[in-house]
C-alpha cells in the first residue's frame, strides 16, 4: 500500500508539471509551487473509507457467523460417525468418513473463497477512493498552478499554508461520501 501511495504521489507530481522546456532560458522561467498532501490524513478520515471499513467488519462477522456454524455442524457429524463406529461395518464407516470429510473440505474452500471475494470487494472500494482522490488532486494542482505535490510524511518542514489535505478531504467527502460496495459474493 505504501508504495502505490508513493507511486500515486510521483504520478500525479509529473501530470502536475508543465511539459519539459525546451532550453534552460524556460526552465528559470517556470516557477515552482510546492503543495503538502497528508495522504495517511486522507485515508483515515475519509468518509467513504470509514464506510467501508464499517462494511468490510459486517460482511466479516456475518461470514464468521456462517464459518461458526458450519464448523459446528460439520464437529456434529463427526461425533455423530464416532458414535457410529460401532454399528457400522468398516466399509460403511470409512465410506462415511470420506464423505465427512468431503464436507469439511468444502467448508474449508468456502472459507477461503470468502476471504477471497472480501479482499476483491476491499480492493474495490479502495480502487474507487483512488480514483476519485487522483481526479480531485488533479483538480487543485491545476487550479492553484501548482508543479510539485508531496507527501507529508516525506517533508522533513512545510509551512502549513502549503498544505491541501483539508480541501482535499473536502471535496473527496462531498464528491464519495460512500462508495458502492455490492455485498462480496452477490455478484
Known amino acids: 500500500m505504501e508504495r502505490l501511495i508513493?507511486?500515486?504521489?510521483?504520478?500525479?507530481a509529473?501530470?502536475?508539471?508543465?511539459?519539459?522546456?525546451?532550453?534552460?532560458?524556460?526552465?528559470?522561467?517556470?516557477?515552482?509551487?510546492?503543495?503538502?498532501?497528508?495522504?495517511?490524513?486522507?485515508?483515515?478520515n475519509a468518509r467513504a473509507l470509514r464506510y467501508l471499513q464499517v462494511r468490510m467488519r459486517e460482511y466479516?462477522?456475518?461470514?464468521?457467523?456462517?464459518?461458526?456454524?458450519?464448523?459446528q455442524a460439520i464437529?456434529?457429524?463427526?461425533?455423530?460417525?464416532?458414535?457410529?463406529?460401532?454399528?457400522?461395518?468398516?466399509q460403511e464407516y470409512e465410506e462415511e468418513r470420506r464423505l465427512l470429510e468431503r464436507r469439511l473440505l468444502r467448508a474449508q474452500e468456502r472459507v477461503q473463497q470468502r476471504k477471497n471475494t472480501l479482499n476483491q470487494a476491499q480492493q474495490m472500494g479502495m480502487s474507487e477512493v483512488q480514483a476519485t482522490l487522483n481526479v480531485i488532486v488533479t483538480e487543485i494542482a491545476?487550479?492553484?498552478?501548482?508543479?510539485?505535490?508531496?507527501?507529508?510524511?516525506q517533508a522533513?518542514?512545510?509551512?502549513?499554508?502549503?498544505?491541501?489535505?483539508?480541501?482535499?478531504?473536502?471535496?473527496?467527502?462531498?464528491?464519495l461520501?460512500?462508495?458502492?460496495l455490492d455485498q462480496p459474493g452477490t455478484h
Open 6 to 12: 508513493t507511486a500515486w504521489m510521483v504520478a500525479m
Open 14 to 44: 509529473l501530470l502536475v508539471l508543465p511539459s519539459a522546456p525546451v532550453n534552460a532560458q524556460q526552465q528559470e522561467r517556470t516557477p515552482v509551487k510546492i503543495a503538502i498532501l497528508d495522504v495517511q490524513r486522507v485515508f483515515q
Open 60 to 71: 466479516m462477522e456475518e461470514y464468521r457467523a456462517e464459518t461458526a456454524r458450519e464448523e
Open 75 to 90: 464437529r456434529a457429524a463427526q461425533q455423530e460417525l464416532a458414535g457410529m463406529r460401532e454399528r457400522l461395518s468398516p
Open 142 to 153: 491545476h487550479e492553484q498552478a501548482l508543479t510539485l505535490i508531496l507527501r507529508k510524511d
Open 156 to 175: 522533513v518542514l512545510n509551512a502549513t499554508s502549503l498544505e491541501i489535505t483539508d480541501e482535499v478531504l473536502r471535496r473527496l467527502d462531498d464528491r
Open 177 to 180: 461520501p460512500t462508495v458502492d
